[in-house]
């Protein structure tokens, strides 16, 4: 049977792209995150799909009478791919402040915004439900003739595992999706204050099996399909990183046997349970300059430009409270913030001006460190994630994409999540306090953390 005569005449999920998956109830009805990466690319030109969409594919990912985003970042939702869906209705989660919902309802999108945690009908045999985490990314479940389907995107399992396990338990047949891979899709362009590059943890480029049985283990899930795993790089600023993406072939290793295997870019037949795998074209990447997509390593701060990262930062309190500085060198002149924190602790940013003043302007800094162009030094910390400042999670989790940025903010914020999450929250936050404890002593990149971390979701 060939991939279209099965879309036209089954009950189907199909896997594609990066983090899109097709549900057919008899045609397309639901896609998720369609970046349409093989044409437009994301982080400021940075990133592209590893492999072609088909073409049959495409098709079905215009015509599906439902889109559902994740989260933000533009490996999911991208603001390009985003136009070619105009007409169609737009499935969001119940993320805490809507930014997402504001952004794109202004642009005149049709939104719904997907109550947390209960199922909704999309079709006689399809249903949906989505959970939000407080990193303000999401997770949908999808039951297709009574066959589940957890779509774990980039979330995780914070403070759901336990939640998605007693919903897993009612299904006979389950199929965990989930980003895993060597690590390079975080900040990796990483250095030390005394000039010296932090080799990544993707560097041992560790078995990402290992990583989806620990979700499939946390959730119940009975089959892994690998997912939101699949962008390469293309400025010649940041095509450095491609020796840390993770090869389609890798997925299997450190893969427990208990587990059924579904490779990505498969169809499973929720009827039959028959599975049909079709690897799509390799993507070959030609190197763009970092000048194609507006930016000039020479090019300077103006002084309006300084106004607008002091605001920008002003606004965001634990880090005011907790770095000494923040350091932007552009174009080879320093421009630096003088902070309330301790004098030794900072970071020093060296990026080029016109992606810098988009992600200060368009409140998406986090698109800066993921595209791994821009080179960050660190004074007095560990690691982004350190700490009462957590950069991370203050200036792009919770700041720009939360919309909560003071203290107070970040505490009512904290405490939505608290609610939906209940008793899982706190698990959550004793996870960070390990987390921080290891990281600080040991390094985020070290084999203890990834030990711990391992120990943690047999336990949870």
Request: charged letters at 25%; glycine letters at 10%.
């Given at each position: 049977m060939t991939l279209a005569t099965a879309?036209?005449?089954?009950q189907q999920?199909?896997?594609?792209?990066?983090?899109?998956?097709?549900?057919?109830?008899?045609?397309?009805v639901l896609v998720t995150d369609p970046w349409i990466g093989d044409e437009e690319a994301a982080y400021f030109g940075s990133w592209v799909l590893s492999h072609v969409i088909p073409r049959e594919l495409?098709?079905?990912?215009?015509?599906?009478?439902?889109?559902?985003?994740?989260?933000?970042?533009?490996d999911h939702l991208n603001p390009i791919s985003l136009e070619?869906?105009?007409?169609?209705k737009i499935l969001l989660p119940d993320h805490v402040n809507s930014r997402i919902l504001k952004d794109i309802s202004a642009l005149g999108y049709q939104v719904s915004v997907l109550p947390d945690r209960k199922w909704v009908s999309l079709s006689p045999n399809l249903r949906i439900q989505s959970i939000t985490t407080v990193i303000q990314d999401s997770i949908l479940l999808l039951d297709l003739c009574g066959k589940l389907f957890i779509n774990l995107n980039d979330a995780g399992v914070r403070d759901c595992a336990r939640y998605i396990r007693s919903v897993c338990a009612g299904y006979r047949h389950s199929y965990l999706m989930a980003l895993s891979g060597y690590g390079d899709a975080d900040m990796i362009n990483l250095y030390k204050d005394d000039g010296s590059f932090i080799t990544p943890r993707a560097?041992?480029?560790?078995?990402?099996?290992?990583?989806?049985?620990?979700?499939?283990k946390a959730t119940g899930a009975k089959a892994i399909i690998p997912f939101s795993s699949f962008h390469q790089y293309q400025r010649t600023d940041s095509i450095w990183a491609q020796r840390f993406t993770t090869p389609v072939a890798a997925f299997t290793e450190g893969l427990s046997p208990e587990f059924e295997y579904v490779p990505p870019f498969s169809s499973v037949d929720c009827n039959d349970l028959t599975i049909e795998t079709r690897e799509p074209e390799p993507l070959t990447v030609t190197a763009k300059a970092p000048e194609e997509f507006g930016d000039n390593w020479s090019d300077v701060l103006e002084k309006d430009d300084c106004s607008q990262i002091t605001a920008y930062f002003s606004r965001k309190e634990l880090?005011?409270?907790?770095?000494?500085?923040?350091?932007?060198?552009v174009g080879g002149r320093d421009f630096t913030l003088r902070l309330r924190g301790k004098a030794r602790r900072g970071i020093s940013f060296a990026v080029p001006r016109t992606s810098l003043m988009s992600a200060i302007r368009y409140r998406i800094f986090d698109d800066l460190l993921i595209g791994n162009f821009m080179k960050t030094t660190l004074h007095g910390v560990?690691?982004?994630?350190?700490?009462k400042g957590n950069f991370n999670y203050h200036a792009t989790k919770?700041?720009?994409?939360?919309?909560?940025?003071?203290?107070?903010?970040?505490?009512?914020?904290?405490?939505?999540?608290?609610?939906?999450?209940?008793?899982?929250?706190?698990?959550g936050v004793l996870e960070d306090k390990s987390k921080d404890f290891v990281v600080r002593f040991a390094g985020k990149n070290s084999r203890v953390y990834g030990a711990l971390k391992s120990a943690y979701f047999q336990l949870r």
């Open positions: 879309v036209n005449r089954r999920v199909t896997t594609t792209g990066n983090a899109t998956l097709i549900a057919y109830d008899g045609g397309p495409k098709q079905d990912i215009y015509q599906a009478e439902y889109v559902w985003f994740s989260h933000g970042h533009p070619r869906f105009r007409g169609r560097a041992r480029k560790p078995a990402p099996g290992r990583k989806l049985t620990e979700f499939a880090i005011r409270d907790y770095f000494g500085f923040i350091n932007f060198n560990s690691s982004l994630y350190e700490g919770f700041g720009d994409n939360g919309l909560a940025e003071t203290e107070e903010e970040v505490r009512s914020y904290l405490a939505e999540y608290r609610r939906r999450a209940g008793i899982e929250y706190l698990l």
